[in-house]
């Protein structure tokens, strides 16, 4: 997750804090937009990491 402005700050703070309140309280809310964006940064990160082991596999196979 990004971390340039103070805004994708608070949001990964936020994000890692409802991770852990999230279990424990019974009324844990976040907003449609926050769900929105975290969305789209994991879908980002998922990316990057299929690209990673894709190539990490191609790799492999052509030292075999």
Not at 26 to 36: G, K, N, P
Not at 41 to 63: F, G, P, S, Y
Request: aromatic content about 10%.
């Amino acid at each position: 997750f990004p971390l340039l402005t103070k805004e994708q700050k608070a949001l990964f703070e936020h994000l890692n804090k409802a991770y852990i309140d999230a279990r424990y309280r019974l009324h844990y809310a976040v907003t449609e937009e926050q769900i929105a964006y975290w969305l789209g940064e994991c879908k980002r990160l998922m990316a990057l990491v299929k690209i990673a082991c894709l190539t990490h596999l191609t790799e492999l196979k052509e030292a075999a």
